[in-house]
């Protein structure tokens, strides 16, 4: 199963190992992210990242990935010693589209 990222308007797939280009740095490769379903209120800020309903039963979502581009650096964490990265507990998606920013503390965050 070829994963594809949830956030509207992104095309970018999660390609087979040998389909992808020679090893990057871990913050230059592109990295699926689950959405955070036992943390209900960062959960929440994802699905009105992605322009979802926030009643959605978490059964439609655990199949749900976003891709590393909506996020910052700052989100991520790696362990020394190797080379996959993960975000951190606190990371929500703030990148739309790669051009268009949105604030941790947006006004639609506390509905």
Same mark, same amino acid.
């Given at each position: 199963?070829?994963?594809?990222?949830?956030?509207?308007?992104?095309?970018?797939?999660?390609?087979?190992?040998? #389909?992808?280009?020679?090893? #990057?740095?871990? %913050? %230059?490769?592109?990295?699926? $992210?689950?959405?955070?379903?036992?943390?209900?209120?960062?959960?929440? *800020?994802? *699905?009105?990242?992605? $322009?979802?309903?926030?009643?959605?039963?978490?059964?439609?979502? %655990?199949?749900?990935?976003?891709?590393?581009? $909506?996020?910052?650096? /700052?989100?991520?964490?790696?362990?020394?010693?190797?080379?996959?990265?993960?975000?951190?507990?606190?990371?929500?998606?703030?990148?739309? *589209?790669?051009? %268009?920013?949105?604030?941790? /503390?947006?006004?639609?965050?506390?509905?």
């Amino acid at each position: 199963m070829v994963r594809m990222c949830a956030f509207p308007g992104c095309f970018n797939r999660q390609k087979a190992v040998r #389909l992808r280009p020679r090893p #990057l740095s871990p %913050e %230059e490769r592109l990295t699926f $992210h689950r959405f955070p379903l036992n943390d209900p209120q960062r959960l929440r *800020l994802w *699905l009105l990242a992605v $322009h979802r309903d926030t009643s959605l039963p978490v059964q439609s979502l %655990e199949v749900l990935r976003l891709c590393s581009q $909506h996020f910052s650096r /700052d989100d991520f964490r790696s362990d020394k010693g190797n080379v996959r990265r993960y975000l951190k507990s606190t990371a929500v998606p703030v990148w739309f *589209l790669k051009t %268009e920013k949105v604030s941790k /503390d947006c006004s639609l965050c506390d509905q």
